[in-house]
């Protein structure tokens, strides 16, 4: 049971906490210490139940670092049991041990064990202790172990069992692929997940504040204790203060309530990513306690049929992206530094918002999202009762669903960044009374925030209607809108479009009609016939040509210009974002390819994504960046290298953020043409036809009758070398820093050449390892832990992790029949990012 208590009482602090924090440190007891304990783990695949034992000999088992996804280190193979929602990698039963030896600080402090992510159906113990079983593979969880250490050697084993497959709809990975803490606290201090912070009334002018803090007494007496929450800027200085007197009995956690004031808050918003410290102090006399700084930011939101989204007061559409948890060549142990590299370039692209499709991400997500400026809607779950894998935590929803929810949005809640949350996504044969069970729990943790649901606009109990695929059907929003009008709407999952890097067309592809997936072709149901149905719904989308001009392409790949599409493309999911107040914004589906999901075998993904498996950029990324953002840019595609087809007319697409473009083939101008208002929407893209010659092909730009910005494509030669762009030259000595080298053929004259093929062999030597190599190609079932790659469209990527030694890093790359290639990354021993 918490006890709640309200205080509103504003002290001068400063002179008290100096005070305590010289009474703590002449102590030497430092009250609240967070560690990783990610290195050196044992791991074992396959069951092992004695493992459990603190006795067990694990000294033959392989020795690795956290986070890790051993299904991403198996072989692609079409028998195995996850099949193509799991894109056909292995899944099974998995060990792992972590030997900790008693530290002198523990002494007399509570130890806890955190978990950010398990998949699936973890159980740990502690010296042979069962702490418990979490099923739920996405949420983050912890556990007091203080009573079961030993003052010598302490074994904490966990075992992970994803042997029933598949248990989930895309690829989720197997493993402790999510980073592990140590926490020591003092008897009295505040719970995992025991702030919330929010804010009422926010504008530039001031803000109020209120915050719930619990604290926890583990001992066998009351305690008068004091809690004193101060907001701290940027810069360190405290900006708002409050102390709070508190008894809390025995064995028993209270609650505390506070609320104050701050005067000229810097807002956050993705412009201006501004973010607060509340660092909550709990003293017991004049002794500190605990210190827990949770990091915060201030906003203003509201959403509205009539107004749409306002954030501080401005009108703001949402420009969304859903995306999966998976990383292409790690797998579900994404690297914080691949994770970073994945927001930064999204960041790029103009998104502003994300769907953290359809489950919890990692913390440092959040935490990223927060400093970079992205707006989230935090998904808690894909379906609820009714498994929609066959072995997916559906079957695990009704016990567990309250406890999982709780934890979740405990755990975000006082991310600025999280503006949303959604209960479910297309979840089958839900009833009205089950949305409103959900959505009334979920108000009961957080009613600060609205509740949506991927495609649950029927249920009739949440804040924001959410439609999926139906929404790309012309006319479903506004017939929806004309309904319930003070309803508003957001696209949870628009739109869908097919996409490979470098592949195109120049006829319109609707995949039902023209390459229908998997489950568009079950025993009873006719693409045929479901596209007689709906053809008059979807959206036009004109030919390039008349004959397509790129014949002979596979059906698993898709176009790269915005003609390959499952019902709407992505120019009139932006028209409809822009034209419609009550349409909050959309999310596509998605950014980046993912694993699983596919077309069938031997295809790992289905190309959803505007970023491929390897996370280079498809063309329609830039057809969103000329949109989304207003740093000066263009883009044309397709490439420029098409011998066989002299004199064919090649259509060229233009993406800019200019008004008018004009292109030039070998030097000689093909004519300029303008881009419609975009207040309003326009078809947001150029197109001339040109008869293929080989040369330079450059595109201008202009805004006010001014060259603005341009960008010139080559036709390329044979491959005769390979370029190594890595996105940094230096990492620290920690085994975790990460460096991309983005590996291109090119030709002589430094020409990229587009549709090179050729194998590439990676060589490291010194302080580095190689821990992924992606193409991008669905179709390429290559392991990703080995030296060697195909190109796909000429393009390689390469991973590599520093580890605990300092020195030079070098890679050298080759191919056979080309010049080999050599950069070098410095791996220092301190080193400031």
Known sequence: MIKKTLFVILLPLLSLLSACQQSTASHNDTPRARINIDLNWQFHLGDEPSAKQSNFQDQQWRTLNLPHDWSIEGEYNQNNPAGIAGGFLPTGTGWYRKHLSWQQSWTDKRVMLEFDGVYMNSEVWVNGHSLGKRPYGYISFSYDITDYLNKEDNVIAVRVDNSKSPSGRWYTGSGIYRHVWLTTVNKQHIPYSGVFVRSDNVSDKQADIQITTEIKNSDNSNKQLTLVSQIVDVSGKTVGEISSPITVNANQTASVEQALNISNPSLWSPDEPNLYRLKSTILNDDTIVDIKTTATGFRSIEFTADKGFLLNGKQTILQGVSIHHDAGPVGAAVPDDVLRKRLETLKDMGVNAIRTTHNPFAPEFYQMADEMGFMLMNEAFDGWWDAKAEYDYGLYF????????????????NHPSVIMWSVGNEVPNYTPEQQKTLVEFAQSIDDTRPITQGHGFEGGHLSIAGFNGYGEFKGSIEKFHEENPDVPTIGTEMTHTIHTRGIYRSKTAYRVRDFPAPWEKCKNCNPQEKWQRIKDKVYDIPDLTEEEVFPGITGAYGSSFDNSVVRMPIRDEIKL???????????????FDYLGESFGWPARTANFGVLDLAGFAKGPYYLYQSQWTTKPMVHLDPHWTHTGKEGVEIPVVVYSNQESAELFLNGKSLGEKVFSDKEFGDD?????????????LTVVAKSDGKEVVSKSINTAKAPDSILITADKLAVNANQTDVVHLTLDVIDKDGHIVPEADNRINIKISGPGKLIGVENGDILDLEPHKVPTRKAFMGKVLALVQATENAGPITITVSSKGLRPTQIVIESLATLNK
């Open 398 to 413: 009704d016990k567990w669903w309250q406890q999982d929810l709780n934890d979740f949005m405990r755990r975000d809640r």
């Open 577 to 591: 974002a822009k034209e419609l107040p009550y349409l909050l914004g959309t999310f596509r589906w998605t950014a």
């Open 684 to 696: 947001m893209q150029l197109v001339w036809l040109v008869p293929y010659q080989a040369g330079e």
